[in-house]
């Protein structure tokens, strides 16, 4: 059919082998200085593999900033943090045209021109704001004053949010947390990794200072930008697409919830399959690999019913049944 792309070609396994490797010595410069908080860790790198962004959401004090900054140090990558506020205005973020010298205007970037980008308190700022931030997540890009200007191609949003405290908090919109690859959930370290982070405290190192992290920088924009490549020459047999479609469409009309999932996350769950399975070091994908990312796909897009709510119930619980419920194929 005229206008349709070629098949991607399929990885040799000495490409396989060296983006698993790529992407384990990222994971392994992160661990260094993030620590007890593996899943987090995993599906931050996946996410960043499969050009997606990250809606964290923990207690204050859970290595939310820490984990960014770290991953930013390993790959080489600009960070900038901003803080979200009740004041803060779209063109804080996004940038402004200022008056020159000389009488004309130059734009002077916001910074949301960065490469890893950590929003912090997103549900803080008003909704003009945050629609400025939809922008710049779901177009890669901004407009002011009638001109567009791209993000850098590792543009990726790490946006923080407490789940406790909702005083004075804007709720994101569900075409926003839409935009979201997957919903990562911070908790508290166990005693032992408790005790690790203060040994590490006592060795010199300090969350403020990304120079006491001892993280050596493993890749740059242009590995990631392989990487992103190789996770999409990634084999996904057509039983495996069945199960990513099944998965997704039991969320709609079941009972328990009273908003579904969306197709975008079928393709958040099929293209995060696949990074998997890069970094597993596979050139396919098997069901294991749909399974454990589910929930981080489909938690933030759907509402679970209130009577369930006001019984406890979560949403994580609620899609586990679900899931459960669905038959995975044979490998």
Do not use: C, W
Not at 17 to 31: C, D, H, M, P, T
Not at 45 to 54: D, P, Q
Not at 166 to 187: C, H, M, N, Q, V
Not at 232 to 254: D, F, P
């Amino acid at each position: 059919m005229a206008g349709t792309a070629p098949p991607p070609l399929p990885l040799t396994p000495e490409e396989v082998r060296s983006f698993a490797e790529s992407a384990g010595r990222v994971l392994g410069e992160i661990r260094r200085v993030v620590l007890g908080q593996e899943p987090v860790l995993r599906e931050a790198l996946l996410a960043l593999i499969a050009r997606g962004h990250v809606l964290l959401e923990g207690p204050p004090g859970t290595a939310k900033t820490l984990l960014v900054r770290a991953l930013s140090r390993a790959m080489s990558l600009e960070f900038r943090r901003i803080q979200f506020t009740p004041d803060l205005m779209p063109s804080d973020i996004t940038g402004v045209n200022v008056l020159s010298g000389l009488g004309e205007f130059t734009f002077r970037a916001g910074p949301l021109f960065a490469d890893l980008v950590l929003a912090d308190e997103i549900n803080r700022a008003p909704a003009k704001t945050q629609a400025a931030l939809l922008e710049a997540m779901e177009e890669r890009g901004v407009t002011v004053d009638g001109t567009r200007y791209p993000m850098a191609p590792s543009f990726t949003v790490f946006a923080t949010q407490n789940p406790i405290e909702f005083e004075g908090t804007y709720p994101l919109p569900e075409a926003e947390l839409d935009r979201f690859l997957l919903k990562s959930t911070i908790g508290y370290p166990d005693a032992a990794t408790e005790g690790g982070i203060l040994e590490q405290v006592l060795t010199g190192f300090d969350a403020a200072e990304s120079a006491s992290f001892g993280i050596t920088p493993v890749l740059d924009a242009g590995g990631l930008a392989r990487l992103r490549e190789g996770a999409k020459r990634v084999r996904v047999e057509s039983a495996l697409v069945q199960y990513v479609t099944a998965i997704v469409r039991t969320t709609r009309g079941a009972p328990v919830l009273t908003l579904g999932a969306s197709p975008r996350a079928s393709v958040a769950l099929l293209k995060l399959a696949q990074a998997a399975a890069l970094l597993d070091g596979r050139d396919y994908v098997i069901p294991d690999d749909v399974k454990e990312l589910a929930p981080a796909v489909l938690r933030h897009r759907v509402i679970l019913a209130p009577e369930l709510e006001l019984e406890g119930v979560t949403a994580d619980a609620a899609l586990a049944t679900l899931i459960d419920r669905v038959e995975a194929p044979r490998a």
